[in-house]
């Protein structure tokens, strides 16, 4: 989360004021009356200051050391370094089990008198953490240590191809290059394979969450988890099913070609086409099959360096983020790619598996997108508001910057492409990522209809439930076997759940971005044309008005605030459906 100027401290910018009172003959000289730090409290903002102080004092060596443990975790794979983050997650969990400090808090809050922005914003925020911690302290300590576990095993399983292990990198390789039907099956099958190992864990996990919110008031833990986040079921089921309908005629128009394309190189006719003949094992990124093959560009590219060149032009520097991260694969290792703020006092990093390929360059892009976001913080703002205003807003600084990988204008100027190349690049890169928006979209529909239907009734079947929304949404051809449970070889399922919604916000709040910036910070109309390389205006830009801030305004707030409206997919459309 977010932030700008800290007023928790303020006795450094305090006016001192003399007070002189005069008794008989004499004059005393009585206090420095410290206005600043006291005199602008009233008695319950006092109140809460000092116990934000003591909170933070007991949280922060806590959630730094659980940010290193968790980052070694995810880099060697060690039990013992996942049993020091699942002690680390306990202990920080023990701090909100306090009755005594959660009804100090609503008191805080009933009295309407803690009335300093950010003050109550730090208080809204500790509700919502200690109304969580309100849950059965024995049943959340499973489902941490369940969760755990899950992730370990997901981490340490390798998927394998006639009985040899394959690395996610492998597999990934075959499917976007192998013309061999079979060999592509045996791929994508290994990369869902862990789904089976930790399924009955994973539904396990579902109905221990089910009960801990049903134990706060909650129907399920996905409608607990949208409110707790400043969501709901009902807003979302709005705008995404305004998503549906602005996306569904172009999908089906881009799919149906992709698949004439795609039939043709495999010698067989679209209805036969199955999940394994695209290029990524939930279809939710676009195949390399048009006149260009968007890899060729960045084979042999050193795709770390071209990220930092191009941070670092637009007044973002991310060389210390670099130094401190680990970026290629190595056994035991998380095989994905994340970002994590460590401490909130600068130290960020990412974890990735970097290869040369448009792939890796789109997400050493977004990763550091979420990096730079965590690093500019303003450090002047209280600790617990140096986070993003909300998920989403963290992941459409991750899209912003993720996108250019597509963008033939920065390409050409990355790249050192020449005109010839660019004008050729050009409409076949927008077509790229025109198509990797929407169909983007639309598997995101798959997500949050899924993670819906599963909190709603664990016991239903899913297995089939899942190919109902990919054939609805996706337009993918579900196989022909008995459906399995390869869709619980998604991550997200357990260690970021009822989640995946805020993706495809964070894209249609990219587009609002992508629109201010072309026409209000750069005043440009060609909005295909723009690079966004080497102009510090993109940085200042952002650290001013996303960055900065924090979590100090509520994600809406953020929003107008920075873009002069509220959140609307009206960019998003333009940019990627009518192509404006």
Same mark, same amino acid.
């Given at each position: ?69 968790? =980052? ?163 807003? +979302?089921?709005? +705008? ?46 676009? @195949? ?9 560009? =960045? ?125 050729? +690049? ?82 249609? +709040? ?43 305004? @509520? ?26």
């Amino acid at each position: 989360m977010m932030h700008s100027l800290s007023r928790s401290k303020p006795a450094a910018n305090t006016l001192s004021a003399i007070v002189y009172l005069k008794r008989s003959r004499q004059a005393l000289l009585l206090i420095v009356v410290l206005l600043g730090a006291i005199g602008c409290l009233n008695p319950q903002e006092s109140q809460m200051q000092t116990f934000l102080d003591r909170h933070v004092q007991t949280l922060e060596p806590l959630s730094t050391a659980m940010g290193r443990a968790s =980052y070694a975790a995810e880099v060697t794979g060690s039990q013992q370094d996942f049993n020091k983050v699942r002690q680390l997650r306990l202990q920080i969990n023990r701090l909100y089990l306090n009755q005594q400090d959660y009804a100090f808090l609503r008191e805080m809050k009933a009295s309407g008198k803690v009335q300093d922005r950010r003050l109550a914003r730090q208080l809204d925020l500790l509700l919502i953490d200690y109304l969580r911690s309100q849950m059965d302290p024995a049943l959340l300590e499973s489902t941490i240590q369940l969760q755990t576990r899950i992730t370990e095993q997901y981490n340490n399983y390798r998927g394998s191809i006639d009985g040899k292990p394959t690395q996610m990198a492998d597999i990934y390789h075959i499917l976007t290059t192998e013309k061999d039907t079979a060999l592509r099956k045996k791929a994508w099958q290994a990369s869902r394979e862990v789904g089976a190992v930790v399924v009955e864990d994973y539904l396990r996990l579902v109905r221990m969450r089910n009960t801990l919110a049903q134990g706060i008031g909650y129907p399920n833990f996905h409608t607990y988890s949208l409110a707790a986040n400043e969501q709901s079921v009902e807003d +979302l089921d709005v +705008l995404l099913g305004e998503l549906d309908r602005l996306t569904n005629e172009p999908f089906a128009r881009l799919k149906s070609e992709l698949d004439a394309i795609l039939a043709q190189q495999y010698g067989i006719v679209s209805a036969e086409l199955r999940p394994w003949h695209y290029h990524d094992p939930f279809v939710q990124r676009t @195949p390399f099959v048009y006149e260009t093959n968007m890899d060729q560009y =960045y084979a042999g590219q050193d795709v770390v360096k071209l990220s930092a060149d191009y941070f670092s032009g637009v007044g973002l520097p991310v060389d210390d983020i670099i130094a401190r991260s680990d970026l290629y694969e190595k056994p035991g290792k998380n095989p994905h790619a994340f970002a994590m703020n460590i401490d909130r006092r600068g130290d960020v990093r990412i974890l990735a598996n970097v290869t040369s390929t448009e792939r890796w360059m789109e997400t050493m892009l977004h990763e550091l997108g979420h990096a730079v976001y965590a690093k500019y913080h303003d450090m002047r703002e209280p600790y617990l508001l140096r986070d993003p205003a909300h998920a989403f807003t963290t992941e459409a600084a991750a899209m912003f910057f993720g996108r250019l990988s597509r963008n033939a204008a920065w390409m050409q100027e990355m790249l050192s492409l020449t005109d010839l190349q660019r004008n050729q +690049l050009q409409p076949v890169a927008f077509k790229y990522l025109q198509f990797q928006q929407i169909l983007f979209a639309r598997w995101v529909l798959v997500m949050y209809h899924f993670e819906k239907a599963v909190y709603a009734d664990p016991d239903q079947d899913l297995n089939t439930l899942w190919w109902d929304l990919v054939e609805r949404y996706q337009q993918v051809h579900r196989p022909d076997e008995k459906p399995d449970a390869g869709w619980a070889s998604k991550l997200h399922f357990t260690g970021a759940p009822c989640y995946y919604h805020n993706y495809i916000l964070g894209e249609l +709040l990219a587009s609002q971005w992508h629109h201010y910036l072309v026409h209000d910070v750069l005043n440009s109309e060609a909005s295909r044309e723009v690079s966004f390389l080497t102009d510090p205006r993109i940085g200042e830009y952002f650290k001013k008005q996303v960055f900065g801030p924090g979590i100090l305004y @509520p994600w809406n707030e953020m929003i107008r605030r920075s873009t002069g409206e509220p959140l609307t997919p009206k960019y998003f459309a333009q940019q990627f459906v009518d192509g404006n």
